[in-house]
């Protein structure tokens, strides 16, 4: 785990609170918009950033993410732009922890090993890639560690007990729990589903566990801000954006912000 992953959710215990994690799609609408919202999260209340790497073939997300990347990658996104991104953020933060989450064929394409090493020189933490299951992911699993990037893994409500030791092998940062079935935003689980999914996690593993349930409003969060180490919060952000895309920069981050200071988690 790296060390700023570490540090957040050790204080984060010492709190007495769950993590609220954000997701955005870099670049959308457009590069300058979207490193303003980036730089103004943890101000709003983001505990962790998870930060999407735009791609043209988005098959795991659901309609608002898909045509996130597509307003991105119109806006002249590309992954070096994304890692350029993440280094301005690091002039004015070192502490927020930041997690790319993509598909690996941007990764593929710009090359592993330069890839690794450029996020960590750009001040990445993690890397959720969704299309590359634990048992192929050698190739990389072995330049993220050599560059102290963690791996975070997937575990979804169909991964039995018999796969869930393979998925959380080579896991670090923190397991990233997916509550519901199918694409991003397609609906939310319930509280006990989530409740009873986390206690048989925290059987095969000691990382924190953070749940992606689709959250849409605060009462969600606060709902289930006790039953996990952190909460996602991703489609809700990104159609903030979708649907304020024609305002101005300003009121576009406004819009955002407002909403990611209703979601932030008091200590319990």
Not at 248 to 257: A, C, D, F, H, T
């Amino acid at each position: 785990m790296t060390e700023r992953i570490k540090n957040r959710f050790e204080a984060l215990k010492k709190e007495g609170r769950s993590g609220l994690i954000t997701f955005t799609t870099a670049g959308d609408p457009d590069f300058e918009t979207s490193l303003e919202i980036l730089k103004s999260l943890p101000k709003a209340g983001a505990d962790l950033i998870e930060l999407g790497i735009p791609f043209s073939d988005p098959i795991a997300d659901g309609k608002a993410i898909q045509e996130a990347s597509q307003r991105a990658l119109k806006a002249g996104m590309n992954v070096k732009r994304v890692l350029d991104m993440v280094s301005i953020f690091r002039e004015n933060d070192k502490e927020t922890p930041i997690i790319l989450m993509g598909y690996y064929n941007p990764v593929y394409k710009y090359g592993v090993d330069a890839f690794a090493k450029d996020a960590a020189k750009a001040g990445v933490d993690g890397l959720i890639i969704v299309d590359v299951p634990p048992e192929e992911a050698d190739e990389l699993l072995i330049p993220l560690k050599k560059n102290n990037l963690d791996m975070i893994f997937l575990a979804t409500q169909t991964t039995d007990d018999e796969r869930l030791p393979k998925v959380l092998k080579n896991a670090g940062g923190f397991i990233y729990y997916v509550s519901i079935a199918g694409i991003t935003g397609a609906a939310s689980a319930s509280e006990d589903a989530i409740k009873t999914a986390v206690k048989r996690l925290r059987k095969y593993t000691k990382l924190p566990i953070a749940v992606d349930f689709d959250i849409k409003t605060p009462k969600q969060v606060k709902a289930v801000a006790n039953l996990a180490d952190a909460i996602v919060v991703g489609s809700a952000i990104v159609k903030i954006i979708e649907d304020s895309k024609e305002l101005s920069k300003q009121e576009i981050v406004g819009k955002v912000l407002e909403f990611v200071k209703t979601l932030a988690i008091d200590k319990k």
